[in-house]
């Protein structure tokens, strides 16, 4: 287990959690699961070890592995503020 250390932003001891983070590779949104992070449980920073981060990005630079990924669908709407209700 790797101690994260405190939030940067509010000084609360961060909690391990696996997330979900997502990227955008040129115009493909691809989104990481499990993704081992430090969870700030106060104000919702989240932040990966060097090690992780570098696993990430040779993730990412692995385009066969992405082609070959299961998709999911995402809602995708339009900036229209006066449809809001609020
Ligand atoms: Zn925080």
Same mark, same amino acid.
């Given at each position: 287990? @790797?101690? @994260? *250390?405190?939030?940067? $932003?509010?000084? $609360?001891?961060?909690? !391990? +959690?696996? %997330? ?5 590779? +040129?115009?493909?949104?691809? =989104? %990481? !699961? +499990? =993704?081992?992070? *430090? =969870? #700030?449980?106060? #104000? *919702? !920073? +989240?932040?990966?070890?060097?090690? =992780? *981060? ?11 592995? %992405?082609?070959?990924?299961? $998709? %999911? ?5 339009? @900036?229209?503020?006066? $449809?809001?209700?609020?």
């Amino acid at each position: 287990m @790797y101690d @994260y *250390g405190k939030c940067e $932003t509010c000084d $609360t001891p961060l909690e !391990e +959690k696996n %997330i979900q983070q997502d990227f955008w590779i +040129k115009d493909k949104l691809v =989104v %990481i !699961e +499990k =993704v081992p992070a *430090g =969870v #700030c449980p106060q #104000c *919702g !920073e +989240k932040v990966v070890n060097a090690e =992780v *981060g570098e696993h990430i990005a040779a993730l990412l630079k692995d385009s066969n592995r %992405i082609n070959k990924a299961p $998709t %999911i669908s995402v809602p995708l709407i339009k @900036y229209e503020p006066e $449809t809001v209700a609020v």
